[in-house]
Structure formats: structure tokens, C-alpha cells
């Protein structure tokens, strides 16, 4: 795996990690095997990269195998025709993270799963995520294995919307009330418009989700 990609996946982890991250209900089709007591210690969660849109693919055929899968997901807003929908789509695009012990599991199947190009490695060996940040996110994951997150935001700085009428304008957070919702100034027709938004349909303007 090219080292950027490792870099672009880790940066993303690493943001989730300083983020609050709330739950939502569901039901996923794939399970995450909790470590049994006798070899929780051992066991460490690694990053998968996955062929393109073939994740979910991925993280079936590995849990088929037995082997711990965590597919974090994210609501997207789906244009098409003159209809908006909600869908699922992966958090990180292109990975999902596989639990093993590497001194006893035989990991290097995961390599030749369906759906998988390869483990993220360095040199020959597979590169465990750092510990408690994969952990971190399973517990305060839905079922669905959907992540809910609120991104630290004041007032005046840049914002981007992620879903809704106005999904991906830029604008101005003006003012945050106790109720959680924002009042947001977009750049619409060549005009500042303020419109009130959930907190949790607004994101950093350089977020890279």
C-alpha cells in the first residue's frame, strides 16, 4: 500500500479520536466478534484496503472466515432524478479495519479475501492501528455501525453542509444556539441567506468528510 494512503487513513482515524461521537439504531449484516478473555490481549485491529466500493463485500467474506470486522459507516445525502434519499456509505472509503492475533491467526488469508487488495503492512509484517482508537469508536457505534459525530465549531469560521437542500455549501457559522441548531450565512445567488441547520448536518469547511 502506497504511504500516502496510510497517511490519509490515519489522519482520518486520528480526528475521529478527538471528536465527539454519538449513536444512532440498527442492525448491520455483519457481525464484530468481541475477543474472548483468554486472547483479548493479543488480539490487535489492523486496516484493510479494500477494491473500490467493494467493502461490504469484504467485510462479509471476512466474517466468514471468523475473523472481528468493523465497517464504520456514514450517512450521505443521494441525489438522483428529482428524489433525495439517505444511504449508507463507508466512513473511511476504500478500508475497514479486521481483528487477529498475528502470532497465532492465520492473517495472510485476509490478503486473498474477496473484496480485499491487501492488509496495510510495513514491510512484512501487518500494521497494528494504535491502541483504544478502533476500540473507541466501536463503543460509541451504533448496531449499524454508524458514526454520529459533532466536530468542535464557533462562531465565524468557515462551514460546509453535509446533507440536506444546501449539501456542500460553504458559508459563515453566525451564531450557535442552546438548542443545538446553527444559524449559518450561505453564499446563495450571490447573497449572504442565514439559514438554521442541525448541528450535526454541519462540518468544518476543510473537514475531509
Not at 105 to 116: A, I
Request: hydrophobic fraction near 40%; include cysteine.
Amino acid at each position: 500500500m502506497a504511504a500516502w494512503g496510510t497517511i490519509w487513513l490515519m489522519s482520518r482515524v486520528f480526528m475521529l479520536a478527538g471528536l465527539r461521537i454519538s449513536a444512532q439504531l440498527g442492525h448491520a449484516p455483519w457481525s464484530r466478534h468481541p475477543a474472548s478473555a483468554k486472547d483479548k490481549s493479543n488480539r490487535r485491529w489492523f486496516a484493510v484496503q479494500c477494491q473500490p466500493n467493494r467493502e461490504r463485500c469484504a467485510a462479509r467474506h471476512l466474517t466468514n472466515q471468523d475473523f472481528s470486522v468493523f465497517l464504520p459507516l456514514r450517512k450521505k445525502l443521494r441525489r438522483h432524478a428529482r428524489r433525495t434519499d439517505s444511504v449508507l456509505v463507508p466512513f473511511f472509503p476504500g478500508y475497514l479495519f479486521v481483528q487477529f492475533d498475528p502470532t497465532r491467526d492465520r492473517w495472510r488469508s485476509v490478503n486473498g479475501t474477496l473484496g480485499v487488495v491487501r492488509l496495510v503492512m510495513q514491510g512484512e509484517q501487518p500494521t497494528p492501528v494504535p491502541p483504544g482508537i478502533v476500540e473507541a469508536l466501536i463503543d460509541t457505534c451504533d448496531d449499524n455501525n454508524v458514526l454520529s459525530w459533532q466536530a468542535n465549531l464557533t462562531p465565524g469560521q468557515s462551514v460546509r453542509v453535509l446533507v440536506g437542500p444546501f449539501a456542500d455549501l460553504v458559508g459563515e457559522l453566525e451564531q450557535m444556539t442552546d438548542a443545538g441548531r446553527l444559524r449559518v450565512l450561505l453564499d446563495i445567488m450571490g447573497g449572504s441567506t442565514p439559514v438554521f441547520l442541525p448541528r450535526e448536518n454541519v462540518a468544518p469547511a476543510d473537514s475531509c468528510l
